[in-house]
Structure formats: C-alpha cells, structure tokens
C-alpha cells in the first residue's frame, strides 16, 4: 500500500529555534494535513492543505506556524520560533478527496529544550 | 460541533479474550466514524470506518464496530485477542466530507495483551 513518508523520525530543538518537519505525501493526493499529538493528550487537527493554499486551520495553527508545497511532492510544517509547549508528535496525512480515508505518515517527534 | 470520547486510556485483556474499546460521539450532523489504530513507532492506520448503510462495520484484522444512534456509541469490539493487537486505538469523526476530510479524534486507548 502506498505510503505517506515523513521526517525526520525524531527533532530535538532549543526554544526559540525555527523548526521544519517534512512529509512527502502520496503522489496522487490532493490534499494534505497536519496533526500533532502532545504526549497523553488527544491527536489534534492544525491544517488542511489544497490547491496549494490552507483551506482550513485550527487555533493552535497560529502566526508561528506555516505550511508550504515547495516543489511539487514533498510537504513541510514550519515552526518559526519553538515554545517548549509545542513539543508534540506531529502527524502529516494526505488524501485523495474521492473517499474518507487519510492515510497518515509515522509521525515527526519534536522535543523542544 | 463534533467531539469523541473514548472510555478508558488503558485496557489489558488475556489473549483468547473478547476485545471491547468504548467510543462515544457528539455530532450535529449524521457522523462518519473511524476507527485507526497506532502500532509502536508506525503511523496511524485505518481499521474500519462507518459512513452510511449497514451500522455493523467489518475492519481488518478482525474487528468490527457497531453505529448505535440512539446510544451515540462507535465501539470496536473483537472476539479474540491476538498478542499482536496491542497498540493505541484511536476512534475519531469526520466534519467536513467532500474534498477535504477534517478528523476530530479520540484520546485513544492503549490496549495490552497478555499470555
């Protein structure tokens, strides 16, 4: 089955450091997402992604946070100046837009020092 | 608005054994609902899910889950557990549909399963 690739696997940061989790999502997919899991708390939704513009975000997806395409496969998340708090597991997901089904990647753990 | 609740962060149960994780939903619309599950150091994966027809989905590996309306329950259940089964399960409901497809998840429930 095809997969939704992400890394690194694991980031370590200091705070105030700007950060960027890559994801390479499945090629044929539309639509793209990302989502974190702070530890012992629910998987959060932060933003859907299509056509090349955000089409939805939450309120944890603040001015710190961006989304970009950069070239046509690959998919990244920036974090422009890390808080301790936004140390989380965070998810990348992609979609085709004809089902319900996400297919997500394994995830990027970000520890922010 | 749409919200999850699953009862029980943890569950252990012997191998052989039935597998019950609860899941509750609150949605103002007709909801379609998901189970995932998460093994060690792997991605969220799909088990089943319900969107409309038939209230008793089959996943893989096994489990099902039944669409009870009147309950607002979405809970997995499967008859014998196999050590391989203990991962985190996730239960979540879809807003959006069409196009983009937004999940409002659970907080999950970690299953153990023991000889």
């Known amino acids: 089955e095809p997969e939704v690739t992400q890394t690194p696997s694991h980031q370590v940061t200091q705070m105030g450091q700007e950060v960027i989790l890559r994801c390479v999502p499945i090629?044929?997919?539309?639509?793209f997402y990302w989502y974190r899991q702070i530890l012992g708390q629910k998987v959060e939704f932060l933003v859907s992604?299509?056509?090349?513009?955000?089409?939805?975000k939450s309120e944890i997806f603040d001015d710190q946070f961006s989304v970009e395409r950069p070239d046509g496969s690959n998919f990244t998340l920036k974090i422009r100046s890390t808080k301790l708090e936004d140390s989380a597991m965070y998810f990348c997901?992609?979609?085709?837009?004809?089902?319900?089904?996400?297919?997500f990647g394994s995830g990027t753990q970000l520890s922010v020092l | 608005a749409q919200s999850v609740t699953q009862l029980g962060s943890h569950v252990s149960v012997s191998e052989g054994a039935l597998v019950l994780l609860r899941c509750n939903y609150s949605?103002?619309?007709?909801?379609?609902l998901f189970w995932y599950v998460q093994y060690p150091n792997q991605g969220l994966q799909l088990l089943l899910k319900?969107?409309?027809?038939?209230?008793l989905v089959k996943g893989i590996n096994g489990f099902e889950a039944e669409f009870k309306k009147s309950e607002t329950s979405f809970h997995l259940t499967k008859p014998s557990a196999h050590m391989s089964d203990a991962a985190e399960y996730f239960c979540?409901?879809?807003?959006?549909?069409?196009?983009?497809?937004?999940?409002?998840f659970g907080a999950g429930t970690r299953l153990a399963v023991h000889p």
């Open positions: 997901a992609s979609s085709d837009g004809l089902n319900e089904k996400l297919f």
């Open positions: 090629s044929n997919h539309l639509y």
């Open positions: 992604f299509y056509n090349n513009e955000i089409s939805e």
């Open positions: 949605s103002s619309v007709p909801p379609y």
């Open positions: 319900y969107t409309t027809g038939a209230t």
């Open positions: 979540a409901v879809m807003t959006a549909r069409g196009g983009y497809n937004k999940l409002i």
